[in-house]
């Protein structure tokens, strides 16, 4: 009999030490990659949180499979980027992330969270509309393909306080 891996899941601020590991993982999900001085000069900045999704099983203990990176100005935030290792994408860690950064928001009487994404980013699009959000613009030109075309970001937002 084969029994299946049973994953735990937490998700938690993320630490300096954490860096090398979220540029990896943003490495693997952007044409245009940040770096880890980029990294750690986001965690130092009071107005922007980052949390780490991290799973365990019987292989694997605390790895980190995503995270999100959030600004907060007032009573608004906006999503710098979400990213999920590649490997553990389709398993719901995006969705998870965005739920508990929500969340949190909410907790902290923000107003409204924006986004901006790809799109021809139909995962993501479709994870976005599933959580309330709504296309409020768009800029033509904006995200690099790693071509010579450069595509079109939607501008998306959600009302956190009902």
């Given at each position: ?123 993501a699009l ?32 959600v009302e956190?306080?009902?």
């Amino acid at each position: 009999m084969i029994f299946p891996i049973k994953n735990t899941s937490s998700i938690a601020p993320a630490m300096l030490e954490d860096v090398p590991v979220l540029s990896d993982i943003h490495k693997k999900s952007f044409a245009r990659a940040w770096t880890d001085s980029e990294f750690q000069s986001f965690l130092g900045d009071d107005g922007i949180d980052c949390l780490v999704l991290r799973r365990s099983n019987l292989r694997i203990k605390d790895k980190i499979i995503g995270f999100v990176l959030v600004r907060t100005v007032l009573d608004e935030a906006e999503i710098l980027t979400i990213a999920v290792d590649p490997v553990q994408r389709k398993t719901g860690a995006g969705e998870l992330l965005m739920r508990e950064v929500m969340r949190k928001l909410y907790a902290d009487r923000m107003a409204k969270l924006f986004l901006e994404v790809d799109e021809g980013n139909q995962p993501a699009l479709l994870l976005y509309q599933k959580l309330g959000f709504e296309k409020v613009g768009e800029r033509k030109g904006y995200y690099t393909s790693g071509k010579d075309s450069a595509a079109t970001a939607l501008i998306m937002q959600v009302e956190l306080d009902g």
